[in-house]
């Protein structure tokens, strides 16, 4: 597959995403630029995932003045554990992660579970907002509404968006967040 760039919309960011397929597993690596807030940030991503699009485990680090780090790693049964193999209960039952400044973990969930056109599912995500560090457990809705289209919801904040897929599954736009520019 090749190289995406993404341009955020409502703030000045771009992101560079390359993934990258190996024989038992896939590698997605993104570095995402930009300011928010008046601050300025640098943030690389790893995410490491199955065959089947499951994530086994995850490190992202933000460059600058106050520079952070995070790993976990995934049983792939919906349980995580920190970089010194301690479990964190607190986001049991998320398979799937979401990471706030990228449209690509979008794609994780669609391309993991099979939709049958207009079929809505519940999802436990393992949110992680950038470029503050905050993780959180949140219900997430996805809805196959094409062969290309997915209905996204954030049932706590109303927030909806359709996201279209490119050939590859990998999320294109994020309308009026991000735009894909190359």
């Given at each position: 597959?090749?190289p ?19 024989e ?12 928010l807030d ?28 106050e ?5 976990l ?9 920190d970089?010194?193999?301690?479990h ?17 973990t979008?794609t994780l ?12 599912k ?9 470029p ?38 990998i999320v294109k ?9 190359y």
């Open positions: 597959m090749r995406v760039v993404w341009q955020a919309a409502k703030w000045p960011a771009t992101e560079f995403l390359s993934v990258k397929h190996h038992h597993n896939r590698q997605a690596n993104g570095t995402i630029n930009g300011c008046g601050q300025p940030f640098s943030i690389q991503y790893e995410i490491e995932i199955t065959t089947d699009w499951k994530v086994s485990s995850f490190f992202i680090r933000r460059n600058g003045i520079s952070t780090e995070l790993k790693t995934s049983d792939l049964n919906g349980h995580w554990f970089k010194d193999g301690n964190v209960d607190a986001f049991d039952n998320c398979i799937d992660i979401d990471i706030s400044l990228t449209p690509f979008n969930p669609v391309r993991r579970l099979n939709f049958e056109k207009g079929e809505k519940t999802l436990h995500m393992l949110y992680i907002k950038l503050e560090f905050e993780l959180q457990k949140l219900t997430q809705y996805y809805t196959k509404l094409d062969n290309r289209l997915y209905l996204y919801e954030n049932p706590v904040s109303g927030f909806r968006a359709e996201l279209p897929l490119d050939e590859h599954g736009d994020y309308p009026g967040i991000f735009t894909r520019i």
